[in-house]
Antibody
Framework: QVQLAQSGAEVKNPGASVKLSCKAF????????LYWLRQAPGQRPEWVGR????????KYGERFQGRVTITADTSTNTAYMEMSGLTSEDTAKYYC??????????WGQGTLVTVSS | QSALTQPASESGSPGQSITISCTGT?????????VSWYQQHPDQAPKLILY???KRPSGVSGRFSGSKAGNTASLTISGLQAEDEADYYC???????????FGGGTKLTVL
């Protein structure tokens, strides 16, 4: 069964970094682009960035450039997203999602990241 | 990035049909057939219900249908059921620096 399993909730202080994981089951990460999106409470999903594992190519949203890094480990079929310089505005649920035929066809369960002092 | 515009809320009675609109620009909906719709129940991840404007993934009810005219896409749910009560988001490919943009979401209430 195709699914994405994400790591557990995180609580961070302002200025800290966080690294989230997303493990794919039922397909190879290298076969599809893998996106990271986030959704603040009551808000729409927002694109953070994506990775093409086959070509080791990444692209990031303009507002996240310079403080987000997306990587992947093909040996464990796992993608990672690391975000630095966290502020309270980064408090949100972070999702990884597979880009199928021009749509996000498989989603992880989400990881809640709370930034608070 | 500018969000696509959706009504904040819609409602309908069981058995009725409702339509949710999603308005963008020529940089997104008007210039792309890559429009998708997602259903999100509370505390759950979004679920793909339509892609390429009108196509349904395997397992999605035929009560969900989509269309597009100009810069506006629409999701129609026929034969409303209690389980359809959820938030619905549209999404479009864009020709701007942000490749994908979502609508603000519509909260559907089944009366």
């Amino acid at each position: 069964q195709v699914q994405l399993a994400q790591s557990g909730a995180e609580v961070k202080n302002p200025g800290a970094s966080v690294k989230l994981s997303c493990k794919a089951f039922g397909y190879k990460l290298s076969s599809f682009n893998l996106y990271w999106l986030r959704q603040a409470p009551g808000q729409r999903p927002e694109w953070v960035g994506r990775i093409n594992v086959e070509y080791v190519e990444t692209k990031y949203g303009e507002r996240f450039q310079g403080r987000v890094t997306i990587t992947a480990d093909t040996s464990t079929n796992t993608a990672y997203m690391e975000m630095s310089g966290l502020t309270s505005e980064d408090t949100a649920k972070y999702y990884c999602a597979r880009m199928g035929v021009a749509a996000f066809d498989v989603w992880g369960q989400g990881t809640l990241v709370t930034v608070s002092s | 990035q500018s969000a696509l515009t959706q009504p904040a809320s819609e409602s309908g009675s069981p058995g009725q049909s409702i339509t949710i609109s999603c308005t963008g620009t020529t940089n997104d909906i008007g210039g792309s057939d890559y429009v998708s719709w997602y259903q999100q129940h509370p505390d759950q991840a979004p679920k793909l219900i339509l892609y390429d404007v009108t196509k349904r993934p395997s397992g999605v009810s035929g009560r969900f249908s989509g269309s597009k005219a100009g810069n506006t896409a629409s999701l129609t749910i026929s034969g409303l059921q209690a389980e359809d009560e959820a938030d619905y988001y549209c999404c479009s490919f864009t020709t701007t620096t942000t490749p994908w943009v979502f609508g603000g979401g519509t909260k559907l209430t089944v009366l």
